[in-house]
């Protein structure tokens, strides 16, 4: 009687080991589809970018969809701005700096780290995990001259983009440390005198 014991409880373990392994697989890859949506995403990224370093507010605003979700990287009460916000945002930049550039994956501890990601495999929300290219996380640093000073600047970022379907960005979350592109030119304009 001890050994049907002993084999069923085996048995039952080995099993739900299985089931259990069976629910933890998560296949890892894509479709050439979502491959190719998120190459898109990333040209649209690109675009974006470019526009930033030309001072060309319409091609930049081009990458965005008009109903755009913006949280900016400094704290403002969590609250959520839109089109206008963004647009009124990045025209003060292009006042503000000039050769305004991003340099993709600059500043990650592994410098052969890709700078864009997409799709998650594991996450803490329930069913949260996607294998979607919708959601892009990209990593680098700005850096600019201010123009008044002549200071240059750098600023670690990550941000967070949505898509739409229409290739557009619908959301973004960005994050940087604002007050530290003041700092920079503080020191820089204490240390010219």
Known sequence: ???????????????????????????????????STFEKQIETFNTYRKA?????????????????????????????????????????????F???????????VNPNAPAYWA???FSSGEEMATSSPLGMRIYGTWS???SESGAKVFNKWYG?????TDGKIAEMSDWMDVSGMQAQIENYIANKE
């Not at 048995?11 to 491959?35: M, P, R, Y």
């Not at 755009?68 to 006042?95: C, E, H, M, R, T």
């Open 1 to 35: 009687m001890k050994k049907i014991f002993i084999i069923v409880t085996l048995a039952s373990f080995i099993l739900s080991s299985c089931d259990v392994e069976t629910k933890a697989k998560i296949t890892v890859g894509s479709s050439k589809e979502d491959q």
């Open 119 to 121: 799709g998650s495999v």
């Open 52 to 96: 930033f370093n030309d001072e060309n507010i319409n091609d930049l605003m081009g990458t965005f969809a008009d109903s755009l979700k913006w949280s900016p990287p400094q704290y403002n009460g969590n609250a959520i701005l839109g089109y206008d916000d963004v647009k009124a945002q990045f025209q003060a930049y292009f006042d503000q």
């Open 144 to 146: 600019g001259v201010h």
């Open 98 to 108: 000039e050769d305004i550039t991003f340099n993709e994956g600059e500043g990650l």
């Open 160 to 164: 967070l983009l949505n898509f739409n």
